[in-house]
């Protein structure tokens, strides 16, 4: 059954490692500021179910850190399926998941991936001010840009 | 001029592994080793906390079995502040056992329908690109979605008595936080919103129904791939010694069936066994003291459970537990293989049992919490999905822990493994010129069937993958194959 009009936030990441916990955060301010309108999931890593979670919806966004971004604070990118070369059953990337989806369910929801970029993931609790300003302009851009596709 | 294999990282395992074999001038193997090389820490840096934040903090050991460590540490802390398990409140040990049975439910799901099930399905020398979940997604997708919903289920069950699926918080010292609601329960039983336990029990038997025709298909490599004798430890029922994974008396049996630990109260563990060290591997080696490191070795996890219990409680899963050991006589079943077969039984276990509990009106009880009178040591020991996890608190007059000892399932299971590896050497690459990679998945194959989980094991965090090289007589590498 397809949830109508609703967008799922799936944030990735773990908050004990300092920038990988921007994916939590930047659903935490989304529901913060609206709240009810987004459903919203935290995640460590993307598990296989996932894709039995994402085929009831229209649209998703997965939001997690990036570690490889050069002068960028974050990016945002289509999400499109794709068959993982390499894969452990414990840690599945957005695509793949979303390849899922499709090959068992037959779904396709719009989905996007929002990458904000974070440089430091060591065991400590809290965001690099890096990251803080770049989690900041992500918000800002899906405040203000997104908002208005949805 | 002699040869090493070595594997590393080892895929479709919870944690980091390496194996390595050693060949000599003729191919022949001189030595196997699974070697575990993540180092973590818990049990020293955990010291010097309040006794109160041990269930909540060692559940970070695992993000597959958290459930397992909380309830463990539960136990143990319970202790601490003056309760037995006897002691529990009957609605805080019923809403435990729920949690606990929700737990080994999602985790064996995982397990077989996403690691083991590509070996079985696509085979052990299938194309490692497809050889993997993703893989049996696309050629069994019904069982992919059965799969995928069981799984759930048992998440759902662990979200609705902990509060969220991974590192959620149900037990307090002495009982839990939160009853069920009707409301939450009827959820799991009416259908409406996910497949019910009904559908779970069903679907639990048709997997049992795959393996049985598996089995008829594939008996000779069930039969023979790694079998070696070795002993088998599991908790029973303290007063019929049926299965039991929540609470009850350490049983062990020889590869026989005699028995080398009679119904020992889990308290005194400490008196029966003993960990060797050894300088390749950051993983102990638990044996039973009065047996020695040679002989004293168990296997933990499904096959030992089932080989040590007398019974299963639960009308279907007793009456494949008689079928299963009718496979063997009756005797004890040495075949590493059939550690999938047990996980099933297992499945549908947890499932009638979940059943039973989800009908059962002291779920939604007040009573949940106990007092005691303060102790300076606890012991908490459970089954995890993976098998016998202890945990072994002390602490101070200023309530905190001074001394922590972990025995994770996957330790317990080290020798095992060891020997499983050690098997797959000698009977699939032994006096082979080409090492293929099919060859080295069943090395893989042999240690999956443990479902180790080497993160607890070695209490380590990031990636679980597994290395496998080969070294010559010279000790140079000239063969490597790594998995991430």
């Known amino acids: 059954m397809k949830i109508p009009n609703k967008t799922l936030l799936i944030g990735i990441g773990n908050i004990g490692r300092e920038d990988d916990g921007i994916g939590w955060l930047f659903l935490d301010k989304i529901s913060e500021q609206f709240p009810g309108y987004f459903d919203v999931e935290y995640r460590y890593q993307l598990q296989v179910e996932d894709a039995e979670l994402i085929s009831h919806y229209h649209k998703v966004v997965f939001v997690d850190a990036h570690a ?45 991936i929002l990458g904000i970029a974070g440089k430091s993931f060591e065991l400590q609790i809290g965001l690099t001010d890096y990251a803080k300003a770049n989690l900041q302009k992500a918000l800002d851009f899906f405040l203000h840009k997104i908002m208005k596709i949805y | 001029m002699s040869r090493k294999i070595v594997i590393d990282p080892v895929t479709r395992v919870e944690g980091h592994g390496k194996v390595t074999i050693q060949l000599d001038e003729n191919n022949r193997v001189k030595d196997a080793k699974f ?7 818990f049990e020293r840096f955990i010291q010097g906390h309040p006794y109160w934040e041990a269930p909540v903090m060692v559940q970070r050991l695992c993000g597959i079995c958290p459930v397992s460590h909380h309830l ?9 502040v003056g309760v037995d398990p006897d002691d529990l409140s009957i609605p805080a040990q019923k809403i435990r056992k729920l949690l606990h049975f929700g737990q080994v439910f999602q985790s064996h799901a995982l397990h077989f329908f996403y690691l083991a099930s590509p070996d079985l399905l696509l085979g052990v020398d299938a194309d490692p690109s497809i050889r993997n979940v993703v893989g049996v997604a696309m050629d069994f997708p019904e069982l992919a979605k059965k799969g995928i919903l069981m799984r759930k289920f048992g998440q759902e069950i662990i979200k609705m008595t902990a509060g969220k699926r991974i590192h959620g918080i149900s037990t307090t010292p002495g009982g839990v936080h939160k009853n069920i609601t009707a409301k939450e329960r009827e959820y799991f039983l009416d259908g409406k919103d996910i ?37 088998h430890l599991g908790l029973v029922n303290k007063q019929n010694g049926f299965l039991e994974l929540y609470d009850g008396n350490l049983r062990a049996i ?10 020992v109260p889990s308290d005194d563990y400490n008196q029966y066994f003993y960990e060797e060290a050894k300088r390749w591997t950051y993983l102990k080696f638990p044996y039973l003291k009065h047996l020695g490191k040679d002989k004293g070795w168990n296997r933990v996890g499904p096959l030992a459970r089932i080989n040590v219990c007398s019974g299963i409680e639960t009308p279907f899963a007793e009456q494949e537990r008689l079928e299963f050991m009718a496979m063997t006589q009756g005797k004890v079943n040495n075949m590493t293989m059939y ?20 009908q059962d009106d002291d779920l939604l009880s007040n009573d949940l919490v106990r007092k005691g009178k303060r102790r300076k040591e606890g012991v908490g020991i459970i089954e995890a999905p993976r098998g016998t ?5 002390e602490v101070d007059d200023k309530d905190r822990i001074t001394r922590c000892n972990l025995i994770v399932s996957t330790t317990h299971n080290n020798e095992p493994m060891n020997r499983a590896v050690q098997w797959v050497a000698n009977n699939v690459l032994d006096q082979k010129k080409q090492i293929t990679e099919a060859m080295l998945n069943q090395v893989e194959v ?9 993160s607890c094991a070695t209490h380590a965090m990031g990636q679980m993958p597994l290395q496998l090289q080969i070294y010559d007589a010279d000790n140079r590498m000239i063969q490597e194959l790594i998995r991430d």
Not at chain 1, 86 to 102: I, K, M, R
Not at chain 2, 254 to 263: H, K, P, S, V
Not at chain 2, 389 to 393: A, D, G, N, V
Not at chain 2, 447 to 454: F, K
């Open chain 2, 446 to 454: 042999a240690i999956r069937a443990y479902d180790p989980c080497l």
């Open chain 2, 195 to 231: 497949p019910s336990i009904h559908t779970m029990i069903e679907w639990s038997l048709e997997v049992i129904d795959f393996i049985k025709k598996y089995h008829q298909e594939h008996k000779d490599f069930l039969d023979t791939f790694a079998v070696y004798p070795s002993g």
């Open chain 2, 339 to 358: 550690t999938h077969w047990a996980r099933l039984i297992e499945i549908l276990y947890t499932a009638e049992m979940m059943k039973n509990l989800l």
């Open chain 1, 68 to 112: 490889g971004l050069q002068n960028q604070a974050f990016v945002w990118q289509k999400c499109s399926p794709k068959v993982p070369e390499t894969f452990t059953s414990h840690e599945l990337e957005p695509e793949a998941v979303y390849y899922l989806t499709g090959t068992i369910y037959r779904q396709f929801p719009v989905a996007y």
């Open chain 2, 389 to 393: 996890l202890i945990h072994h608190y």
């Open chain 2, 35 to 41: 070697h575990i090389v993540e180092f973590r820490g």
């Open chain 2, 254 to 263: 020889d590869a026989e069936g005699n028995i080398t630990l009679n119904d």
């Open chain 2, 72 to 80: 463990a540490a539960a136990k143990a802390i319970d202790q601490i």
